[in-house]
């Protein structure tokens, strides 16, 4: 039985892989931080196949202990400060985690592994929030970085240190460079989870109105499950090397918004929908489209949700989960 062991496993990311993993056959281990989190008990709860791991970013001998204890033939780092408005405020500390945690990830694999090392496969949950104010597009795999926030220069440091690591120690470390990704179990802190939450609340009349920022900007948005899979497939190749998963398509804050009251069922949203400037970022990236020729052809991976069909995946769970807090 293959071994994989995740940090981040209380994220988005780190749920979908570990039920992808399991469904593969993998014995998994999720790293929780903090002291009596209450998060290790949920894991335990959602996610019975899955053992928790006690474990921090922040702390090497702890990734170390981590390590020596699941023995992984496989490790995802998908722990992050992840929000990029939090980027801002707590600059530090999103260096120190979204950054330097990746240098001690790969410390801790190069102490465990010994010399083997290379036998440990490991992943980096790279962003397209590097390309920043964007040098072409689309963008691809050489496409120069230019990141507009702490959490994208702190990720260009965890991309490079893994370019660094792979060259210099032999290590079979990769990188995905993957542009955003939803779904229902998106944080509601994040803009399309934030959207699809209030456009449910508004429509069973919970809610008056959904108080945005900047809404011009154009992502490339795809489904978290369909990217976990890619993920899984990097490290499977005969050699380690990163890659672009993205859709290839892009949308605007606008057509999000308007997508999301469409689903259900409200036309005229503009009434509904305030912008406020304590909302916008200090520094924009105002247009991320991937170029995925590089995973398509190397890794036989395409995204399987459009854009739609995610929208109206994210407004129908909030219904559901919103409706069942209304009292019968
Ligand atoms: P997420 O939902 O915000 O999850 C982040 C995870 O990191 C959580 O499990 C969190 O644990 C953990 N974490 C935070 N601080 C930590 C620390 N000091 N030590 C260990 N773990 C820590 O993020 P996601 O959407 O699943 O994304 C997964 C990864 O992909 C992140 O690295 C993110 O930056 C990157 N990424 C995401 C996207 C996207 O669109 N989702 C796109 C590109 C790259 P707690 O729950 O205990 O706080």
Redesign the pocket.
């Known amino acids: 039985m293959p071994r994989a062991f995740i ?10 892989l570990a039920e992808f993993l399991h469904g593969k056959g993998y014995e998994v281990f999720g ?4 002291q009596n ?1 209450p ?1 290790f008990d949920q894991v335990r709860d959602e996610f019975p196949f899955v053992e928790p791991v006690p ?5 090497l001998p702890s990734l170390v202990k981590a390590l020596e204890h699941a023995q992984p033939d496989e490790v995802y ?7 990029v408005a939090l980027s801002f405020n707590q600059a530090e500390l999103t260096a ?3 950054g330097l ?1 990746v240098l001690r990830m790969l410390e801790a694999i190069r102490m465990v592994g010994g010399a083997q090392n290379n036998k440990i496969r490991f992943y980096q ?5 590097m390309f920043g104010k964007v040098r072409e597009t689309p963008q691809t795999e050489r496409t120069p970085f230019h990141p507009r926030s702490p ?1 994208g220069c702190a ?1 260009v440091f965890g991309h490079d240190i893994v370019v660094n690591y792979r060259e210099s120690y032999d290590l079979f470390a990769c990188s ?7 779904g229902p ?3 509601m802190e ?1 803009v399309t989870r934030k959207v699809t939450n209030a456009v449910a609340r508004i429509k069973l009349g919970l809610q008056d109105e959904l108080v945005l920022g900047n809404l011009d900007f154009k992502r490339d ?1 795809g489904y ?1 499950g369909d ?1 976990v899979k890619a993920m899984w497939l990097m490290l499977q190749q005969d050699a380690p090397d990163d890659y672009v998963v993205a859709t290839g398509e892009t949308h605007t804050g606008h057509e999000l918004v308007e997508v999301a009251f469409a689903e259900a069922g409200i036309s005229d949203w503009e009434r509904y929908v305030r912008q406020d400037q304590k909302f916008f970022r200090p520094a924009e990236v105002d247009l991320l489209i991937g170029d995925p020729t590089k995973a398509r052809t190397k890794l036989g991976w395409k995204p399987e949700v459009d854009f739609p069909t995610l929208v109206k995946m994210m407004v129908a769970h909030d219904m559901a989960l919103e409706s069942a807090k209304l009292p019968r």
Do not use: P
């Not at 940090?7 to 979908?16: C, K, N, P």
């Not at 474990?55 to 702390?59: E, F, I, S, V």
């Not at 780092?77 to 929000?83: E, R, T, Y």
């Open positions: 940090t981040g496993i209380t994220g988005q990311d780190g749920q979908h790293m929780v931080k903090g989190n998060k474990g921090d970013l922040a702390d780092n998908l722990g992050a400060i992840s929000f120190n985690i979204t945690g949950a790279s962003s397209s929030e959490y990720k995905g460079i993957l542009f955003n990704h939803e179990r998106r944080g994040f948005w978290a990217y």
